[in-house]
Structure formats: structure tokens, C-alpha cells
């Protein structure tokens, strides 16, 4: 309803005494502990009253030098030999199942990428990029969440999918762009997406799955949505990228439930850490931004689903978000467009050539006598023949038609877009040769 000037200059007046007599009340009620701009405290150092940092005062000059500080500790609980060095620490809900489960998860993951990578080298498929060596990072922290939990990869979490049941078929089917790709083709390969489970489409621009975790967090917490949270997975290079700090700090400061899952594998693609950050790797972050977090051995299956099984319930109890750093090694090239050994010496790679994740996970069931030689023969053949199954079959099939390069966007298409699909029809009529449509859906 509407006032007349008179009184909303009146209305105007009650509430700026209102508001004065507000601030007299609380500004005698602080006296007591107001003193110079300080607060006073019955025992102990005076504490700063400045709203961008509450600290103790110190009255000797000492400028910070955080390299001299001691790295943060790094938690494991199984050794590269398979030896739990803490017996206390070992997950009591995870079963012998569970565990061949897991070795069988990033077994399947590296041999799928075997396959992938070198029909991308017969010219087969256009792109691929390897998960060798970061095996443990994806199925240990995919054990540890529930499929409605919401996840944004980059582009290197190919387990993830795995484990929460995309299938041969499905990977299979993106990599070659095919009718039963899920999208349709318009992506490159290993551009996974999953609505079904939750796994929101990789991007190719590096970082930009970071702020939308944040987002996508943020509104979970809107909503009430209380029993799930949001993780989202990057690598060393991607926490140098711009799109990192806004990330960051909106979860921080908004009480995002979200989980950063840092991959620090060493190399962004050629540009190595000791050349991205002069800091403690990627946790000293989350010290600057108010985050808890933690630093954990990347390829210790067990510490990973430890880290991120607490990190979880500590997202949901307290809505606020979790950074955790899995320390690890790319051992493949960064994609099948990248060289390694340009930049990096074989005898760094031979480092880690006997302390992958799968193989300290095998040590482990070797040592508890729950795997032998038989048993890795028979894994090995069986899925095998099913990624080559799946492969074969994927290749046979026909690519989508051309109009989906114009569909799902608009409910009917604009004219500059219907105009666009005309040269589109004229150009492949006029040069057959080039464009083999017969390879395609009509």
C-alpha cells in the first residue's frame, strides 16, 4: 500500500531512531571489553578487535618465512611393499569383497586404457588420455561416496565412473562417438558425462568444473539437501588456474559442503609443481582460505577411502567444505598429444614403476593370501576379452546424425541456426567425398 511523502518522511524518522537507539544499547552493552579498539580479556595476550583478523599481539618484529616451515605430514596407512603400518587405521567396514572389488576396478581401468591408447595411435579414435599410476585416487574415493552424491571432474577420473557403474559399453561408446554415445557426439573422447550417476560432463577448458562445484554446493545447502555433498575433482595444474581462488573462497566463506580433490601428480601436462607454486603443494591453501583439509599417499587405496569417507561426514555434520590433497605420479604421458620424456628423465618415471597403486594393492592380497598368480592370469583373460568385446562393437557402430549438431538446445530452431543447417546440407552435398555420410544416422 501506498504512503504519501509525508509519511515515509515520518516512517523514515521512527526508523533512524530506532536504529540510533539500537546502536547506543549495543555500544553500552560492549563497554566493559571496548578499550581503544581493543578487546581485553580477564587472562591471557590482548586479541586485536580488526575485523580482518583476530590475533594475539606480539611486540618483537618477525617477517614469516612459510619455506621454512616443515611440509604437512602426509597420511597412509599401507607402505609401497602392501605392509598396513597401522593396523588401528585399517577401514573396519571394508570387506576381503570389497577389496577385490577395488583390484579389480583399477585393473579393468588400466587395461582399458591399453586398449584405448593405442587404437587412438592406429588412428582409430581422435584423442585419449591415460589414468596409469592414479588409479587409487579414483576408485578409493568413489568407494567412499554415495551415487547421490554430485561429482565434477576434469578429466582424469575415468574410475570414478567406474565405479559408481558406467559401463564398458558406455566408455566404449563416447571414445568412438557413436549413435548410443550419451552425448551424442559432440564431445571429444574421454569427455564422460553421466546424468544417471550424478557425474556432470567434463569440460575441456582446465578449471572450470571448480566455481560450478562451489555453485552446485551452495544450492544443495539452499535447499536443505543435508544428506549429500558435492566433489570435485582437479589437479596441480588446475589449482593454478583463475578459476581456482573464486572456488575456493565462496565455499569457504558461503559454508559450502564440497570436497576439492586434488590429484597433485606432479606435472601440469609439462609444466612441473617446483615451476607452478613455491608453497606446501596444495594444501597450504586451504589454510589461507579457512579449509580444513588433509594430505594423503595417493596411491594407499585404503588412506584415500579413509580421507574421504571422514571428509564426507564432515561435509554434511558441519556444511562446510573439505580440501584434500592426494599426493601421486602421472606415470603415462599426459595425453596421447604429449610427449613425457621431454621433459621429464627416465629415471624419475623408474621410480614409481614398482609403487602404483594396483600393484601395492595386489602386494597387500598377496601377503594375505587372498590372490595368487592363477587368479591375476584369469582376471587379466576375462577382462580382456570383454573390453575387446565392447570395443568391437562400439567401433561398428554408425555416427550420429548430423542434426544433432543442431538439437537439444532450442525447443524449435531459430532462423540463424535453421539457416546454418542449410550450408551445412549444401557444403557435405558438394564435396561427397570428404564427408562420408553413409557412416552416419539419416
Known amino acids: 500500500h501506498l504512503h504519501t511523502t509525508r509519511e515515509m518522511s515520518l516512517l523514515a524518522s521512527r526508523a533512524l531512531h530506532a536504529t540510533r537507539r539500537g546502536v547506543l544499547h549495543a555500544l553500552r552493552a560492549a563497554q566493559p571489553v571496548l578499550r581503544k579498539g581493543f578487546a581485553t580479556q580477564s587472562s591471557g595476550p590482548e586479541v586485536s578487535l580488526y575485523p580482518g583478523a583476530k590475533s594475539a599481539f606480539r611486540d618483537t618484529l618477525a617477517i614469516v618465512d612459510p619455506l621454512q616451515s ?149 544450492a544443495l545447502k539452499v535447499t536443505q539437501q543435508k544428506d549429500r555433498c558435492v566433489v570435485c575433482y582437479f589437479g596441480d595444474g588446475a589449482a593454478s588456474e583463475g578459476d581456482a581462488h573464486p572456488a575456493f573462497n565462496f565455499a569457504a566463506t558461503l559454508d559450502c559442503p564440497v570436497i576439492f580433490f586434488c590429484r597433485n601428480n606432479g ?38 577411502y579413509n580421507a574421504v569417507k571422514a571428509a564426507r561426514a564432515a561435509c554434511i555434520k558441519d556444511q562446510r567444505p573439505v580440501l584434500i590433497e592426494a599426493m601421486t605420479y602421472r606415470v603415462g604421458h599426459h595425453s596421447t598429444s604429449d610427449d613425457s620424456s621431454a621433459y621429464r628423465p627416465p629415471s624419475e618415471a623408474s621410480l614409481f614403476d614398482h609403487d602404483t597403486p594396483i600393484e601395492r594393492l595386489r602386494n597387500y592380497l598377496t601377503s594375505k593370501g587372498l590372490w595368487d598368480e592363477a587368479k591375476e592370469a584369469a582376471l587379466l583373460t576375462g577382462l580382456r576379452a570383454e573390453i575387446r568385446k565392447q570395443f568391437a562393437a562400439a567401433e561398428k557402430r554408425k ?37 562420408p555420410t553413409d557412416r552416419h544416422e539419416s
Open 70 to 218: 616443515a611440509p604437512q605430514e602426509c597420511y597412509r596407512i599401507m607402505d609401497k611393499k602392501g605392509v598396513i603400518v597401522n593396523e588401528a587405521e585399517f577401514p573396519s567396514d571394508v570387506t576381503p569383497e570389497m577389496i577385490h572389488l577395488w583390484y579389480r576396478e583399477m585393473t579393468c581401468l588400466s587395461l582399458l586404457d591399453e586398449t584405448l591408447y593405442s587404437a587412438q595411435r592406429q588412428g582409430r579414435i581422435s584423442f585419449y588420455m591415460t589414468n596409469n599410476g592414479e588409479e587409487g585416487t579414483h576408485i578409493g574415493s568413489a568407494a567412499a561416496l554415495e551415487l547421490k552424491d554430485i561429482v565434477y571432474a576434469q578429466y582424469r577420473e575415468a574410475g570414478v565412473l567406474l565405479h559408481r557403474g558406467f559401463t564398458l559399453e558406455e566408455f566404449m561408446n563416447q571414445c568412438y562417438s557413436n549413435t548410443l554415445d550419451l552425448g551424442k557426439g559432440r564431445q571429444m573422447p574421454v569427455h564422460y558425462g553421466s546424468a544417471k550417476l550424478n557425474f556432470h560432463t567434463i569440460s575441456s577448458p582446465l578449471a572450470t568444473q571448480l566455481p560450478q562445484a562451489s555453485g552446485a554446493a551452495y
Open 267 to 304: 606435472y601440469a601436462i609439462s609444466t612441473p609443481t617446483k615451476e607452478q607454486y613455491r608453497g606446501d603443494g596444495i594444501v597450504s591453501r586451504a589454510i589461507g582460505y579457512g579449509m580444513r583439509y588433509v594430505r594423503v599417499d595417493g596411491n594407499d587405496i585404503f588412506a584415500i
Open 399 to 435: 555416427k550420429p546424425a548430423l542434426t544433432e549438431l543442431f538439437s537439444d538446445v532450442y525447443d524449435k530452431l531459430p532462423n540463424h541456426l535453421q539457416e546454418q543447417w542449410e550450408q551445412v546440407k549444401e557444403h557435405v552435398a558438394k564435396y561427397p567425398s570428404e564427408y
